[in-house]
């Protein structure tokens, strides 16, 4: 139990509890999640002098999405340099855009190099969250295990952890291999089998043409074709390496120029500006460039407008595609039965291997499980409409509760961990405020959370994402709450202030 909390006003109930020997240790914060966003959460929290941290993660190794995404090919598609933490970089990335392992390992690096592991109880999957206003402590139920008590919690479990298998008819009937690309089986030998793709989002592009290198057949069940740009991929010389590593001022300066190179996309990805028309004519001169037959290249046509769904930068996927033992097939699935996948032309596709690169079960209308705040509120159904929170970390009626990627906080554009760096700062200053004030809690007030989305609603309206595609930034009825409608700039700008009167202070 932390000092600020003896001093509170019902100090005499808490320390009487305090000398029972059954009574539950209260953490100062608890963190769901071991992936970068809890791992960034808790050495900036520690930094800032709060020690009082336990992480919860549902599996047994750090990493989170990096963990579980190790299909052959997996890799990010922002360059390294700018998909790292600026308090911890790396000058040791052996190439520009590094591979799933190499992120992993810098994950677990930081795990080592921070001292976290003691922090972490892995294998403890979250169930549920309460709150109890009179205490202002959260109760946070594990599976199979004793629950935890929390003065704050930090939610970092991921928007893109719950790798599902798509609702298709037959599905279950499938007598060969299913594999979802978040959770590679890599003791599945694909040399000389036949093997269906579903999805060609950023998954599949990396995945195809892996799969095309071993197996005899590879079909490739396309339902959308997406925005392809090209990737300026290279190996990193030994000379950058050893420059990076002795003045590490140069490595900030590099990730500095792709910060504003990537930020300058924006203006082109996010709205629709003359430059959305000049990144789709390089698109096209892309797929003209790699793509030699006609109607191979009227498939592969998309028929949006570039930005709306996630561009896919890649350089070998066309190529993949014109091997001669790849076919793209663009008819809609009608099921999938015990020997394939029946398109709606009445064709069964025979297959050994089904590869489901179809996405994640994402959290648009929900929490990944139940969150109960004052009253016994539940979160789940405040958000059934569409998830909404202020500024993206917290939701009023929740009071120390705070989100990494939550509501509207993602890019289309720029690297994912400059918007959550500036979360994780927020979040570490709200909890500093909770302490330095001898707070019960910290609860956002609900006119400045609705005023905040009225203002992101309205500017989302106007952006490419909301322009009439479909992807998983939308819900089913279209509402976007996924994504921050400007610039990681205008997101950080946002973050840097702590408004005070937004809040109510207990
Ligand atoms: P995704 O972008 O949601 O793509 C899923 C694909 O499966 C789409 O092509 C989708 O078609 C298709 N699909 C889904 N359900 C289907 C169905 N019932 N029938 C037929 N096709 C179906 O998923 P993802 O590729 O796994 O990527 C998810 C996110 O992960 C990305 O947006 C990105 O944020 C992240 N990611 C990042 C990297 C990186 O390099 N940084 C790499 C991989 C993933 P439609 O387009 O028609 O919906």
Known sequence: MTQYLDKAPDAGRRSRKAADPSAVKVVEVLIVGAGFAGLGSAIQLRKAGITDIAIVERGTEVGGTWRDNQYPGAACDIPSNLYSFSFAQNPGWTRGYSGSREILAYIKGLAR??????????????????????????????????????????????????????????????????????????????????????????????????????????????????????????????????????????????????????????????????????????????????????????????????????????????????????????????????KGIRSVEGLEHQVDCIVFATGFEVS????????????????????????????????????????????????????ALVYMESQIDYIVRSIGRLAAGKLKYIDVRADAQKTYNVDIQKRLAKTNWNSGCKSWYLSADGFNSTMFPGFATQFAKQMATFRERDYRLV
């Open 113 to 338: 190099d921070h001292d976290l592991l003691p922090l972490i109880r892995f294998q403890h999957n979250v169930e549920a969250l309460h709150f109890d206003g009179g205490e202002g402590v959260w109760t946070v139920t594990l599976t199979g295990r004793e629950p935890i008590k929390a003065r704050s919690v930090v939610m970092a479990q991921g928007p893109l952890s719950n790798a599902g298998f798509p609702n298709m008819r037959g599905i279950e009937t499938f007598q060969g291999k299913k594999i979802h690309s978040a959770r590679w089986d890599h003791s599945y030998d694909f040399a000389g089998k036949r093997v269906a793709v579903i999805g060609t989002g950023a998954s599949a592009v990396q995945i195809i043409p892996e799969l095309v290198k071993v197996a005899d057949k590879v079909k490739v069940f396309q339902r959308t074709p997406g925005w392809v740009l090209p990737r300026f991929d290279f190996q990193s010389p030994e000379w950058t390496k050893a420059l990076f590593a002795k003045l590490p001022v140069s490595q900030t300066a590099v990730r500095e120029a792709m910060y504003w190179i990537h930020e300058s996309m924006a203006l082109g990805m996010i709205w629709n500006t003359p430059m959305t028309k000049a990144l789709e004519i390089l698109g096209n001169r892309f797929r003209e460039a790699q793509v030699k037959d006609a109607w191979l290249r009227r498939q592969l046509t998309p028929d949006f407008k570039i930005g709306c769904k996630r561009v896919l930068m890649t350089n070998d996927y066309y190529p993949a595609l014109q091997k001669p033992n790849c076919e793209l097939i663009s008819w809609p699935i009608a099921n999938i039965s015990e």
């Open 364 to 415: 648009k209308n929900g929490t990944p499980f139940p969150v109960h705040g004052l009253g016994g509120r539940d979160l789940n159904a405040e958000w059934s409409g569409g998830a909404q929170a202020y500024k993206s970390v917290q939701v009023s009626g929740y009071p120390n509760l705070y989100f990494t990627f939550g509501p509207n906080s993602g890019p289309g554009h720029n690297s």
